[in-house]
């Protein structure tokens, strides 16, 4: 009878290793999927950055130094209050952009309008602005919106001005 209960104590401790080797190798493959997945999102990821400032015709010059295609890219108006009113006094519009093909670059236009009683003025170009050769004082919020061939949306954050064009932050 003991050979039996030894036995029966070899085959429970060579069921429990067993399982743990299991659930061991389970966690590591979902390790490594997870890992495959995040590099071939980065694989098609766009990352678009402003490379140049371009004064004829006035505009930013927008790289895509990621893998993959940025699609709807979009610069957010920057508005300015000069008065301490609810509404901006002036407003700096970007123009659209359909899509940048990885390593590639376009122009995004740009101008500054004054905005009065719902009126709308164009006044001239903004992009002197945000070069920190004109810019002495203050750098400028700059967000870039695009979406990835997935319908991934991604943002880069960027400062322009008297410290030159850097990053902030990137999604």
Known sequence: MSECSLLGWLTLIVLTVTGGVIAWYTVETQRMRKEMTRQNAL????????????????????????????????IDDIEFDVDGASTPDYVAK????????????????TELTH???????????????????????HDLPISISYQDIHGTQHK?????????????GYE
């Open 156 to 168: 880069t954050e960027l400062t322009m001005g008297k410290s030159g064009t850097r990053l902030v």
């Open 115 to 137: 905005v009065r009683k719902g009126q709308a003025k164009t006044l001239f170009s903004f992009v002197s602005g945000l070069d920190p050769n004109v810019q002495k004082l």
């Open 94 to 109: 970007f123009s659209t952009v359909d899509v940048i093909e990885a390593g590639n670059e376009v122009r995004a236009t």
């Open 43 to 74: 694989h098609v990821q766009p990352f678009v950055f402003v490379t140049e400032i371009v004064s004829q015709p006035d505009a930013l010059v927008l790289r895509n130094m990621g893998r993959g295609a940025a699609l709807h890219i979009q």
